[in-house]
């Protein structure tokens, strides 16, 4: 998979768990990518910068579907 097709799956992924980050008043944004690496860079943005919560939703939530969803990816960071 190229890196192209590979952000374009991660997209798709996010854009059904950002229901649930608009809601609380937060999105995510997709910053890079790396399909030979697996690890994939986020940016939470409003509600969730400097929510307590942030850590867990970002592990527990986004990175463990995103993983399920798609087996490249090894990691999700937050940056």
Do not use: S, Y
């Not at 609380?24 to 919560?53: S, Y």
Request: hydrophobic content about 40%; aromatic content about 2%; proline content about 4%.
């Amino acid at each position: 998979m190229n890196k192209k097709e590979f952000k374009l799956k991660i997209e798709e992924c996010l854009a059904e768990q950002r229901q649930g980050l608009l809601m609380h008043g937060g999105d995510i944004e997709l910053v890079d990518a790396d399909p030979k690496t697996g690890v994939v860079k986020v940016k939470l943005q409003g509600a969730c910068i400097g929510c307590p919560m942030a850590q867990m939703t970002l592990k527990e939530g986004i990175e463990a579907e995103l993983m399920d969803r798609i087996p490249l990816i090894k990691k999700v960071v937050g940056v």
